[in-house]
Nanobody, 127 residues
C-alpha cells in the first residue's frame, strides 16, 4: 500500500516562496508519475503540476508557469513543488497524488487518473 504524505505548507506574504514536499511510503515510488493539485475555498480541485516517473517530463498549469516547479528525488521517495512569487489566489489546500500506473501519462491534469492522495497541506498567501 502506497500513501503520500504532504508537508511544507504555511502562511506567507504575497511575493514569498514555499517548498512543498510529498513523501510516498512503499518501495515502488520510482515507477509512479506524480501530480500536485489544489483546492481553494469554494473551488473545485484543480491541476497544478505533474511529473513523469523519471522526472524527464514535467507539466505545469498556465496559472503557475514560471512561478512553480515540480521535481522529484526517487532515492528519497519524494516529490517537491517549489512555489515562488506566491499570490493570494494561490491560497488553497495542496494535494499530492499518485498517477495510476496502468494509464498512459497523457491525462496528467485529470484528477480522476490519480489513485492515491495525501491528506493535503494548507498554503495561505496574505496580500
Amino acid at each position: 500500500q502506497v500513501q503520500p504524505v504532504e508537508s511544507g505548507g504555511g502562511l506567507v506574504q504575497a511575493g514569498g516562496s514555499l517548498r512543498l514536499s510529498c513523501i510516498v511510503s512503499g518501495r515502488t515510488f520510482s515507477i509512479y508519475a506524480m501530480g500536485w493539485f489544489r483546492q481553494g475555498p469554494r473551488k473545485e480541485r484543480e491541476f497544478v503540476a505533474a511529473i513523469s516517473w523519471n522526472g524527464a517530463d514535467t507539466y505545469h498549469a498556465d496559472s503557475v508557469k514560471g512561478r512553480f516547479t515540480i521535481s522529484r528525488e526517487n532515492n528519497k521517495n519524494t516529490v517537491y513543488l517549489q512555489m515562488n512569487y506566491l499570490k493570494p489566489e494561490d491560497t488553497a489546500v495542496y494535494y499530492c497524488g499518485i498517477y495510476g500506473p496502468t494509464y498512459p501519462f497523457n491525462q496528467y491534469s485529470n484528477y480522476a487518473m490519480y489513485e492515491h492522495w495525501g491528506q493535503g497541506t494548507q498554503v495561505t498567501v496574505s496580500s
